[in-house]
């Protein structure tokens, strides 16, 4: 059955496939998000990623903040993200995405955010008190934050993790083998151990990759495997897209089939919810992962 699913991808040279034509951005709330997003001076990830669901996430009214500015300080070579030496830490961003929230009425709310390498904490305290002031403000709204690599910094994890956020996630990303290539200052182990961390501090945790890189069957099969096997409760598995000529090109277009087996695989491995599609993302139709 895998190989029939392996011969229905399509090479990543040619056209996009009719499984990932998306809607272009349109309609009021669109519009609104795009106003609120402007005024408050904030960052989203859908914009700085170029996510393919945009428009169908803003004109729900629905769209994921990026917390600690816009620029990350690790160069991973499939992000859309801006690289380099970050301005000074914006010490009301807590603040104002808190107050964003409130404004759009959000039932449930995901943050994320760039890496901050250069702080001792990785940015942990702001992470803290953006997720406070949104309990605070916002006590009805629960909250999905997609942290990053703290470096192993368990102090700093702790900090996050105890504000009391309904999950906790940190993407993989790729398989073992493609590290180096597709996220060079992070580790696969590492990775691991931190979402181990956090399923151990009592959270309800959540890790996302992507597929189209050149990956076997089977790595994604000990991916998914290792995941499990380190308290991951949620998984997202979503088709790699280029989002410019600098980045990593695709490999291959992953048919519909083969994310249907995967999410089969992920769940018989023991994730309690996986959800896997080409045009799947991280904060992708999130509220179900509670």
């Not at 519009?31 to 428009?55: F, Q």
């Not at 629960?142 to 368990?154: H, M, Q, R, S, Y």
């Not at 993790?161 to 290539?181: C, D, F, L, P, W």
């Not at 919810?273 to 509670?290: A, T």
Request: hydrophobic residues 35%; aromatic residues 6%.
């Amino acid at each position: 059955m895998t190989n029939t699913l392996i011969q229905n991808n399509l090479p990543g040279n040619g056209p996009r496939p009719a499984w990932l034509r998306v809607k272009l951005p349109y309609g009021q709330n669109f519009t609104e998000v795009r106003h609120l997003v402007d005024d408050n001076k904030l960052h989203t990830v859908c914009e700085s990623a170029r996510c393919p669901n945009m428009g169908e996430c803003w004109g729900e009214g629905t769209a994921t903040f990026m917390i600690l500015g816009n620029t990350c300080t690790r160069s991973c070579s499939f992000c859309a993200v801006a690289t380099g030496k970050p301005h000074s830490l914006d010490l009301d961003e807590p603040r104002r995405v808190a107050e964003a929230i409130v404004k759009m009425q959000v039932k449930h709310a995901v943050i994320t955010s760039v890496n901050r390498d250069e702080l001792k904490d990785s940015g942990a305290g702001i992470w803290a008190e953006t997720i406070r002031f949104t309990k605070e403000l916002s006590p009805k709204t629960t909250l999905e934050v997609l942290i990053p690599d703290v470096k192993a910094n368990w102090e700093a994890l702790a900090l996050i993790v105890n504000e009391g956020a309904e999950i906790v996630s940190h993407n993989m990303e790729t398989i073992k083998r493609q590290y180096r290539r597709v996220r060079p200052q992070a580790r696969y182990e590492r990775s691991l151990e931190q979402i181990q961390h956090t399923k151990d501090m009592g959270a309800r945790t959540k890790s996302g990759f992507m597929v189209g890189l050149g990956e076997t069957v089977e790595e994604v099969y000990e991916l998914m495997g290792d995941l499990a096997a380190h308290g991951c409760d949620v998984l997202t598995i979503g088709q790699y897209l280029q989002p410019t000529k600098m980045h990593l090109p695709v490999h291959e277009f992953i048919h519909p089939d083969l994310f249907a087996h995967y999410k089969e695989k992920g769940l018989e491995m023991g994730l309690k919810y996986v959800e896997s599609g080409p045009l799947v993302r991280s904060s992708y139709h999130s509220e179900r992962h509670l």
